[in-house]
Structures are given as C-alpha cells and as structure tokens.
T-cell receptor
Framework: GDSVTQMEGPVTLSEEAFLTINCTYTATGYPSLFWYVQYPGEGLQLLLKATKADDKGSNKGFEATYRKETTSFHLEKGSVQVSDSAVYFC???????????FGKGNQVVVIP | DAGVTQSPTHLIKTRGQQVTLRCSPK?????VSWYQQALGQGPQFIFQ???????QRGNFPDRFSGHQFPNYSSELNVNALLLGDSALYLCASSRRFSGLAGNSYNEQFFGPGTRLTVL
C-alpha cells in the first residue's frame, strides 16, 4: 500500500540555520503530497501541499517540490526561527481518496 | 468559525472498558475521518464517514466502530480497551465534491485530539 518515509531522528539547529527534512513516498497512483506541522499540545495543521509532479508548495517560508522521478517531497526553510520548533509530518493521499498516510514525523528544535 | 472540535480533551479508562469520543466538523464540511496517533508516531487512518456511512477503513479491528449523525458530527467507539489503545485520537473534516472525474475533497482540517490513556 501507499507509504511515506521520513528521515530518522530529531533535528536540532540554531536560529537562522537552513532546515531540510527528507521525505520519500511509495504510491501506486498519482498522490497529492502534504506537509503537516504539530505544535506541542495541538492537533495537526496543514503547512503546504502539492498535487502533481513538479508542483512547489510554499507557506510561511517553507517550501517543498513534488519530485516524481525520485518519489520525494523534501521540506526546506532558509532561515528557521525558534517558533518553528514543532513536529513535522509528511503525508500523501490518492486522488478521490482523502485518506492520509503519514510518515513518523520529525521533531525540530530550534535553539536561540 | 469554531473549526473542528473534539471532546473530551483527556480520558482515562481501564482495560476491557468501552469509550466514546466525539467530533464536530468545521462548518460546511460533510466528511469526517478518524486517526490514531500513538506516542512518537505519525497518525494512522482508522475510518472515514460520509452521508452517515463508513466509506473507507484502515487496518483496525472491529472493536473500533463509528457513527455519523445527520448534522455531520461523528463518534468513535472503542470496545474492550487494550493498553495498546492508549493514543491521541484525531478527528479531521473535509468537504466532498462530486464531478465527472470522480470525487475530490478540499484539505482536511484536524481537531486538537482526545488523549486516551488505558490503564
């Protein structure tokens, strides 16, 4: 079935550093791809999405490009802030399905 | 707009008991999905309701059941609780659009979740 793999382990970095979180996927169809963010004690919030190959999703300085050839959707931000500290989840859903498959998530800690 | 709301916020039960969690979708949404998020893991899809019927189901046993009401709100019921059912249960709502190419949905909005602890 469809699945999402995120890089292992938490990510700790200093304020204004460059952030990359890797995400690869396996899907039989042509999925839509998402990044969700979860702040402490809260539910999930959609950060950005891309619905077809080569689409770039962007929001709040975060970007991710749908790469069909490498089945990847890596999340990047050029200069992180302490307020970006959260857990980030990569997810996919097939068209007409609306059923999200999530990766395990990455804890991001930004140190002042 | 209140967004997606869930109740209760926290719940403590013992093994073998039954529990009911509730969800009210965002205004204008007609589809409700439930997810289980174990500690340190990503959410896992349980099932989805539309027009008061279960439309899709993930890999969860029959102990997990649900219901959707005419006002689109939904309940998740878990019977014969196990220690492994301890998790954050998330409800997500969306709106379904039907067209010539099939069904499509807008983005899913998540509620804050219900933290279930089974002792």
């Amino acid at each position: 079935g469809d699945s999402v793999t995120q890089m292992e382990g938490p990510v700790t970095l200093s304020e204004e550093a460059f952030l990359t979180i890797n995400c690869t996927y396996t899907a039989t169809g042509y999925p839509s791809l998402f990044w969700y963010v979860q702040y402490p004690g809260e539910g999930l919030q959609l950060l950005l999405k891309a619905t077809k190959a080569d689409d770039k999703g962007s929001n709040k300085g975060f970007e991710a490009t749908y790469r069909k050839e490498t089945t990847s959707f890596h999340l990047e931000k050029g200069s992180v802030q302490v307020s970006d500290s959260a857990v980030y989840f990569c997810a996919l859903s097939d068209y007409g399905n609306n059923r999200l498959a999530f990766g395990k998530g990455n804890q991001v800690v930004v140190i002042p | 707009d209140a967004g997606v709301t869930q109740s209760p916020t926290h719940l403590i039960k013992t093994r073998g008991q039954q529990v009911t969690l509730r969800c009210s979708p965002k205004s204008g949404h007609d589809t409700v999905s439930w997810y289980q998020q174990a500690l340190g893991q990503g959410p896992q899809f349980i099932f989805q309701y539309y027009e008061e019927e279960e439309r899709q189901r993930g890999n969860f046993p029959d102990r997990f059941s649900g219901h959707q009401f005419p006002n689109y709100s939904s309940e998740l019921n878990v019977n014969a609780l196990l220690l492994g059912d301890s998790a954050l249960y998330l409800c997500a709502s969306s709106r379904r659009f039907s067209g010539l190419a099939g069904n499509s949905y807008n983005e899913q909005f998540f509620g804050p979740g219900t933290r279930l602890t089974v002792l």
